[in-house]
């Protein structure tokens, strides 16, 4: 007790004592002394359980385990692991062909070019939902907001023209054909309506400019369906509805 008195007074203070110490050490003696007379003498050896002699194994065991090999052509030939340059692009898995939609833009801007049937009867939309986001922010550049009237327009005339064609075609057409070509027909729209962003296309200038981008859209559109569907000697009875249709567009973008 007297060398705890030689601590630093801010040291903890606490209650144990070295008293408490060497009642503690008394306590652990005291717990391996009756525990320690339970155990065996060092010569005895507890009782085992049963162990079947096949599994014991004599000192001078000098054979080898099995060791199984991995099959790497079991791996290789595995129908469920497949190499990343198998796996086809994002963008034909979404049906994007960026070759076709040009291909088809071209078609368009040319009415005279002849039409890949084979590539005009996909159903690609990603070109008509371009062309009428783009004809709405051209209006709307121009100060009308016609949004609705766009796509409502759209998708109305797609019908239209849709139920018309399976009543002229033997072989039918979808409706995904249709939106696709009438959309991308729709680009010498969004040419007339960015004109529109410039100038004021209500006089005779812009009368005519929307006559002419009428024939053009028809034309195109008319060119690409009889092509598609194997119409031939029918392109002004196709023409003729499409030309209505792409005149509602034409009011939109004058008026």
């Known amino acids: 007790m007297s060398n705890l008195g030689q601590f630093d007074t801010d040291f903890y203070q606490s209650n144990y004592t070295i008293d408490n110490q060497e009642q503690n ?3 652990s003696n005291a717990y391996e002394n009756f525990y320690g007379s339970r155990k065996q003498p060092a010569g005895e050896q507890p009782p085992s359980a049963f162990i079947p002699p096949e599994m ?3 000192p001078g ?3 080898q385990f099995f060791q ?3 099959n790497l052509d079991y791996y290789s030939q595995s129908s469920y692991i497949d190499s990343f340059d198998e796996e086809p692009p994002l963008l034909e898995e979404l049906g994007i062909n960026f070759d076709h939609i040009w291909q088809k833009t071209l078609t368009v801007l040319n009415p005279l070019k002849p039409a890949d049937g084979s590539i005009m009867n996909e159903t690609d939309l990603t070109g008509p939902i371009l062309f009428c986001v783009a004809l709405g922010a051209t209006l709307l550049l121009a100060g009308k907001v016609q949004f609705g009237y766009v796509y409502g327009m759209s998708a109305i005339g797609c019908l239209g023209i849709h139920a018309l064609l399976n009543l002229m075609s033997s072989s039918g057409v ?3 054909c249709v939106a696709s070509v009438l959309g991308y027909c729709l680009l010498p ?3 007339l309506s960015s004109c529109a962003v410039f100038c004021s296309l209500q006089g005779i200038f812009g009368t005519v400019s929307a006559l002419v981008i009428i024939g053009w859209c028809s034309l195109s559109a008319s060119k690409i369906f009889i092509s598609a569907l194997d119409m031939e000697g029918q392109q002004l009875l196709i023409a003729y509805p499409c030309a209505l249709l792409y005149g509602l567009f034409a009011l939109l973008t004058v008026f």
């Open 189 to 191: 729209m969004v040419i």
């Open 174 to 176: 979808s409706c995904g």
């Open 68 to 70: 199984p090999a991995s």
């Open 56 to 58: 014991l194994m004599s």
């Open 25 to 27: 050490c008394n306590d």
């Open 61 to 63: 065991y000098a054979g």
